[in-house]
Antibody
């Protein structure tokens, strides 16, 4: 069955960096677009980044452009999010999600918590 | 930038009743790229509807989606106790690449 497992979250000071990972299994990872979506405490969902199946095309929300970098390693069935210059407003649960038919997110990980605080 | 506005913010209904949730876009979106999700506390969202009206795998037929242009609707025909949750609409294709609505909380009356 499809599984997405995020890791790498934690507590970081403002201005710091974190690298999130998402391990995929149960499907042909290299055939699918992937995205990162976050949810601040008590808030709604915010899409932040998308990567094509080969990694050649990437997109970002304005809120993270220039600070976050999405990447993937298809040989290792893994998705990554490098987060630099973190701010308090980046505090959230970060989900990786598979982009399915007609660009709905058909499978989600359980999320990893990122807290940015001094 | 496309903004999705969901209404109502909170909907209070009883099991067995019909729920109608609205998602309005600030500009026309392609209906084939409109999806709905259900999220329960402490869980990841679950895809319910994609392409505005297509049920995702394993989703009961009491869930249905409709709409086009700027107005979309998620209908739950007869509420079951497990349906009380937060629901989000989402679009793909206009800047930003994906947008979510702010959510509708469906609570037990």
């Amino acid at each position: 069955q499809v599984q997405l497992v995020e890791s790498g979250g934690g507590l970081v000071k403002p201005g710091g960096s974190l690298r999130l990972s998402c391990a995929a299994s149960g499907f042909s990872f290299s055939d699918y677009y992937m995205s990162w979506i976050r949810q601040a405490p008590g808030k709604g969902l915010e899409w932040i980044s998308h990567i094509s199946s080969t990694g050649s095309n990437v997109y970002y929300a304005d809120s993270v452009t220039g600070r976050f970098t999405i990447s993937r390693d298809n040989a290792k069935n893994s998705l990554f999010l490098q987060m630099n210059d973190l701010r308090a407003e980046d505090t959230a649960v970060y989900f990786c999600a598979r982009v399915g038919t007609l660009f709905g997110f058909d499978f989600w990980g359980q999320g990893t918590v990122v807290t940015v605080s001094s | 930038e496309v903004v999705l506005t969901q209404s109502p913010g909170t909907l209070s209904l009883s099991p067995g009743e019909r729920a109608t949730l609205s998602c309005r876009a600030s500009q026309s979106v392609s209906s084939i790229y409109l999806a709905w999700y259900q999220q329960k506390p402490g869980q990841a969202p679950r895809l319910l509807i994609y392409g505005a009206s297509r049920r995702a795998t394993g989703i009961p037929d009491r869930f249905s989606g409709s709409g086009s242009g700027t107005d979309f609707t998620l209908t739950i025909s007869r509420l079951e106790p497990e349906d009380f949750a937060v629901y989000y609409c989402q679009q793909y294709g206009n800047s930003p690449l994906y947008t979510f609505g702010q959510g509708t909380k469906l609570e037990i009356k």
